[in-house]
């Protein structure tokens, strides 16, 4: 049986104009049609990869308070540490605990007329107990960040537009962020749901896991198991990209299954968005490609905005209650005024 999720080696790049254009037609069919790839060829090293799985381990190792000391719901950006169960996926609770950690940027003074996702740019918080986590997570941020922004060119000549075409909405202050996470085993949480079904927001994510499966891509009906493979990324297309391509690229609907009893699973996903003051522009696709472009998917619960930081606060609001309760009140109030 073919394998459903294909392997990319981004290496193909290099490799002339004849590989190139071979890579960016695969690069635009698996985008297309399962919306998931492995990525080899990355350039990442193994002991990158090490030493970013390793803090993640220490991190979780470390006491509870420490943890706490941390915890998200003090923070406006929603960064930090949320335990298990702390993170809604379509209103039922994740079991996993994650650190969130986003651009270290300084904080933007509010006032009137501000829009109020302006809040969301500001400091990561980070353990006092462990000072070697800091460099070790904005190196890995600052790797996956040039692998995102190579694959997001990629994605651009592979839809018939210049290289460049989306640097304007991200160039500068990109809005990237990352987790690392550890999903307990299910003698543990006494529940399947790692993380519950959904699609991811942003332009790519890149996904290192360690050699524990439960990711799981939903494909014509079913789920399909992406089980780790050593040295490589898993990429999927976020929302934005859907949007700007107008449905002829789809973000995928996956899920994470709690492990077996006795077994953890760690990883690290990174989300590689665009500026949050920018604005999704709608590509003029080539004809060929434009005839079988879909619209981006439609969903009543969950609205698609082309304003980014408007997308982003959104889905932070929704998923983590207890911040949008402490820092957002004012908002919560007057969506409940509106009806």
Not at 121 to 133: I, M, T, V
Request: aromatic share 8%.
């Amino acid at each position: 049986m073919a394998r459903i999720i294909p392997v990319l080696d981004l290496d193909r790049l290099e490799q002339g104009q004849s590989e190139l254009r071979t890579f960016l037609f695969d690069l635009r069919t698996a985008a297309r049609d399962v919306g998931f790839f492995y990525l080899s060829g990355h350039g990442i090293t193994q002991p990158d990869i090490d030493g970013v799985l390793n803090a993640a381990h220490r991190f979780f190792a470390l006491p509870e308070a420490d943890k706490l000391g941390i915890e998200m719901v003090k923070s406006p950006q929603f960064r930090g540490y949320t335990r298990a169960g702390g993170e809604l996926t379509r209103g039922k609770a994740d079991w996993r605990e994650q650190l969130d950690i986003g651009v270290e940027r300084a904080t933007i003074p509010q006032g009137q007329g501000v829009p109020a996702w302006t809040r969301l740019q500001g400091p990561n918080q980070w353990p006092a107990a462990l000072p070697d986590l800091q460099p070790a997570l904005l190196a890995w941020q600052a790797k996956a960040t040039g692998v995102a922004i190579r694959l997001l060119k990629a994605f651009a000549l592979s839809l018939d537009q210049p290289e460049d075409a989306f640097d304007p909405i991200y160039r500068g202050e990109p809005n990237h962020r990352m987790k690392i996470v550890r999903y307990p085993g299910r003698d543990v949480t006494g529940h399947d749901q790692g993380v519950g079904a959904h699609k991811d927001g942003g332009f790519l994510t890149l996904l290192l896991q360690d050699e524990n499966k439960g990711l799981q891509v939903e494909y014509d009906g079913s789920w399909v198991d992406v089980d780790p493979i050593p040295q490589t990324l898993v990429v999927n297309i976020g929302e934005l990209l859907e949007l700007a391509s107008n449905g002829y690229l789809r973000a995928t609907v996956h899920r994470v299954v709690t492990p077996a009893a006795g077994v953890e699973r760690i990883s690290v996903p990174f989300f590689f968005s665009a500026r949050l003051d920018a604005t999704i522009p709608l590509l003029d696709l080539p004809e060929e490609l434009a005839a079988e472009a879909r619209g981006p998917a439609s969903d009543p619960d969950n609205p698609l905005f082309r304003d980014v930081g408007t997308n982003v606060l959104k889905s932070r609001l929704r998923s983590h209650p207890d911040v949008a309760k402490r820092h957002y009140a004012d908002l919560l109030e007057k969506a409940a005024a509106a009806g």
